[in-house]
């Protein structure tokens, strides 16, 4: 069974900083990759990140570029999210997921997680 389980949102002021994980489990696809999204009400959803288990290539959206870093611990199998330079508009709800290929991600994603919310206040 795939899991993916989401966690660590909050509240947070402009400027601040958080950090969301995401323990992955049931899968082991070597060119998997977990990426991160997110949505807000009455928007589109956007994917932020993501990162491949076979290499470690990483895709941001430009909206985040250079506020945002995905990393990953393997031993853990464990994705985060650290979000710097948090903004207004950056509030969301955050969903996990995972593509069996990384190439997929974030276009197609086989398998979503739980969402975690954050809201940044101005």
């Known amino acids: 069974e795939v899991q993916l389980q989401a966690s660590g949102g909050g509240l947070v002021q402009a400027g601040g900083s958080l950090r969301l994980s995401c323990a992955a489990s049931g899968f082991t696809f070597d060119d998997d990759a977990i990426g991160w999204f997110r949505q807000a009400p009455g928007k589109e959803r956007e994917g932020v990140s993501c990162?491949?288990?076979?290499?470690?290539?990483?895709y941001y959206a430009d909206s985040v570029k250079g506020r945002f870093t995905i990393s990953s611990d393997n031993a853990k199998k464990t994705v985060y999210l650290q979000m710097n330079s948090l903004k207004p508009e950056d509030t969301a709800v955050y969903y996990c997921?995972?593509?069996?290929?990384?190439?997929?991600?974030?276009?197609?994603?086989?398998?979503w997680g739980n969402g975690t919310l954050v809201t940044v206040s101005s």
């Open positions: 990162i491949s288990n076979s290499d470690g290539t990483t």
């Open positions: 997921a995972a593509s069996f290929y990384s190439s997929f991600c974030p276009e197609h994603m086989d398998y």
